[in-house]
């Protein structure tokens, strides 16, 4: 809207990829966070959120968490802001919870599910009645289906991802790259950009990702001086080609 601001909230190497409330700007009155983190696959603890939601319930801030990757936490501790929020009566909060989200992000098949204050709740309500276009409902059913009846076979793809992303860690540690900090949940790994690769100096992670691409094949997504590797396809099936692409990077951190 027009007539509302926004300012992003700093999450980088140096504070974990969780924020302080010291960061909060005056004036502030919503809070949108997306923990389990994407890119980086940070969690939030329950000592972190009790923190943040005492801060917005003393300072009248509302609180949205975007919980899509909960499912695929690797860590026991792990915990929604649903958990922490209900001891706290004035806090105006939401939480939202999707399936589906990698099968390719389809519009009007996700399935998904909020719980929050009555009065967040109601606005929400209020907003995606007036927003929504449509919805693909045989899609939908199929996705409902596999979370009523299959928490078994969602458990097993959480296992999978997180047997992945130790493959991927592993190897790419074996080539030098540095982990910008370790996965605890999702199917994604972030990297600090190297200083140097293929015997030149790197500026950017943008710089370094088309560098990978052009000669290699290998394509990350650039985020500052980040860079996300996924592992939505098997790597264990493409880690002799992926360990290739990195000892020809030759990177290091000067």
């Known amino acids: 809207h027009i007539n509302v601001s926004h300012y992003a909230l700093s999450l980088n190497s140096g504070n974990a990829y969780r924020f302080s409330t010291e960061d909060i700007a005056s004036g502030t009155n919503l809070i949108m966070t997306n923990y389990p983190h994407n890119p980086s696959g940070q ?12 801060y917005c319930s003393d300072n009248d801030i509302r609180l949205f968490n975007d919980a899509a990757y ?12 649903s958990e922490i929020a209900v001891e706290f009566p004035n806090l105006s909060w939401a939480e939202a919870f999707t399936a589906a989200k990698l099968i390719g992000n389809g519009t009007g098949w996700h399935v998904g599910a909020m719980v929050g204050s009555r009065d967040f709740i109601g606005d929400i309500k209020e907003v995606k009645g007036k927003t929504d276009t449509g919805f693909v409902a045989p899609m939908a059913a199929g996705v409902l289906a596999a979370l009523e009846t299959d928490q078994a076979g969602i458990d097993r793809y959480r296992v999978m991802y997180a047997d992945r992303l130790a493959v991927l860690r592993d190897l790419m540690a074996d080539c030098r790259m540095r982990l910008a900090i370790e996965p605890r949940a999702g199917f994604f790994t972030l990297w600090d950009t190297p200083t140097k690769a293929f015997g030149q100096a790197i500026n950017s992670g943008e710089q370094f990702n088309f560098m990978m691409i052009e000669r290699t094949g290998v394509v990350g997504v650039h985020f500052g001086d980040a860079l996300r590797y996924a592992v939505c396809a098997d790597v264990s099936a493409m880690a002799d080609d992926l360990r290739a692409a990195f000892q020809a990077a030759d990177v290091s951190y000067e």
């Not at 969690?43 to 005492?54: F, G, M, N, P």
């Not at 909960?70 to 802001?81: G, P, R, Y």
């Open 43 to 54: 969690i939030a603890d329950v000592a972190w959120w009790r923190s943040l939601c005492q």
């Open 70 to 81: 909960i499912a695929l936490s690797h860590s026991d501790e792990c915990a929604t802001l």
